[in-house]
């Protein structure tokens, strides 16, 4: 057998072993949406890729292949660790991990993953929202908001707040937290360089606001979960 031949069946080898995943991936989904924990799952996923995600097709022009591209990139190896469970218990493949020193990227094509995440909502800087029609229940959207809060979410001395360049998603947002009975505002801020466009920070200030927050969302990171708890301990007791 030459150098082509076994080439042909190499590949011939490695299309059936693709197709056979794909067929055993699909079925797992099948399977899967008649679990609690598959709802669960998905809600955190949806909101991790939301914040520091990206999800869209990579073309080869050398040799005109696409990818379909899923990435993430924690900055806490407790987000990163989180992710990687999700994914693996949605779509059967553990992603690729590197550290890059301040921060993590997780990166996979899966078609599978790619086509079953796009159906549900948009992903992109400018483009994500909260997946409403999704987000059947108040567990799955206390999952979706904890992950994105992960990501965006910063713990302040006086607040919990997140930034972002996108108005609608931000405004979604705070619809969310009022299902859950938590007040939040939102500020408009324009930078000084006219090419940037305006920031959207939502704040939510009030100490029984943060207290509900931690109490029935929480953060998966570690370093904001310990910060907001330190917070909330230093507030003075009334009465």
Known sequence: MDEQEI???NSKVGINRWKKDREKCEEHLKQATKDKQYLVMKSKLLGFLA???SVHLRKNKENKTTHHMIQFYPDHISIAETYITAFKFL???EPKI???KNYYSIRISHPVAFFDLMKICNFGTYNWGVP?????NKEMKIEWLKAFFDCEGSVLKNQIQIQSVNEKGI????KLLERLKIESKVYKYKRKNPNWGINYILCIMKVESRKKF???IGFNHKIKLEKLKSTLASV???G
């Open 91 to 93: 779509y059967l493949k």
């Open 7 to 9: 080439s042909i069946r």
């Open 214 to 216: 931690l109490n029935e």
């Open 236 to 238: 003075p007791q009334s």
């Open 51 to 53: 914040g520091d995600g």
């Open 98 to 100: 590197e550290n890059k």
């Open 171 to 174: 405004y979604q947002i705070k």
């Open 132 to 136: 409403f029609n999704f987000l059947k």
